[in-house]
């Protein structure tokens, strides 16, 4: 790979044969050399996990000049963390995730794997974008979604993002888009996440599932209500999740800690 043009380092946790990462690498293939490091699977609501106690394997897809493509059997942030260690030829410019088949929006971001993927790359102080369509199916026309891949993706390889701060990117799914919104998540939770099902042979087994809920619909600053009416929600997203709010209130609890006597020998 030439060294003068910006490196993006790309995964996912859809897996890397996902039409997802194959559209996002052909929208910014001629924006820099590109290394895909992607989980040779599906690895869904892996978060920010990574593999403790199994041990790691890497296989080269494809290389050709400008782009190389490996399969991890481990999690999305294995994958970031292994490419940045032994398949990098230099430091990346960005750490791109997706694109994901289904929302980040709301508290998905706590569960996604592709949000992974860019916290990961956000806490080695590399400029960090995950792009999602609200579509679960496998083929979908993502093409909507190139001009605004590029726009974005030029601007952070221009200006890069704050430290500790990453881009969550999520599109409609819809043919054209009604504007461009910079939100904030929206209070949602999951509930009905659970169902237990009794195997012939004599045991209880369960699926997680579960339904969305939307705890301020109507708030128009949020990522749900920008998605829902048509709108591209991005929401700056940082690693520190200090409650500062909240620093004072405790800090005001006068918490004691006792004196303990120790007797001598």
């Known amino acids: 790979m030439e060294n003068k043009r910006p490196l993006l380092l790309i995964s996912n946790d859809d ?46 897809r494809e290389r050709r000049e400008g782009l190389e493509v490996w399969s991890c059997n481990g999690t999305p942030v294995d994958c970031v963390k292994i ?20 929302d980040n929006a709301s508290v998905n971001v706590h569960y996604s794997g592709t949000m992974g993927v860019v916290l990961e790359g956000s806490m080695k102080y590399i400029s960090s974008v995950a792009f999602s369509l609200c579509d679960t199916r496998l083929e979908v026309d993502f093409s909507p979604m190139r001009p605004l891949v590029r726009q974005i993706t030029a601007h952070v390889l221009s200006e890069p993002l704050p430290r500790g701060v990453c881009l969550n990117v999520n599109f409609p799914l819809a043919s054209e888009y009604k504007g461009v919104r910079v939100c904030r998540m929206a209070r949602g939770t999951w509930g009905n996440e659970v169902v237990r ?13 579960g339904a969305y809920s939307n705890d301020e619909p109507e708030a128009e600053d949020t990522d749900r209500w920008a998605l829902s009416h048509g709108y591209v929600a991005i929401t700056p997203t940082q690693i520190d999740v200090t409650a500062y709010q909240t620093v004072e209130t405790i800090r005001n609890w006068n918490l004691q800690c006792e004196t303990v006597k120790q007797s001598n020998p």
């Open 83 to 102: 490419a940045l260690a032994e398949l990098v030829p230099r430091r990346p410019d960005m750490v791109i995730g997706g694109i994901n088949h289904g």
């Open 15 to 60: 897996g890397y044969q996902a039409p997802g990462i194959h559209s996002l690498v052909e929208m910014l293939s001629d924006y820099g050399d590109i290394l895909v490091c992607a989980p040779e699977s599906a690895r869904s609501g892996f978060s920010c996990a990574f593999s403790a106690t199994e041990p790691l394997r890497l296989q080269c």
């Open 197 to 209: 099902c009794h195997h012939p042979r004599g045991y209880d087994y369960w699926w997680m599932v």
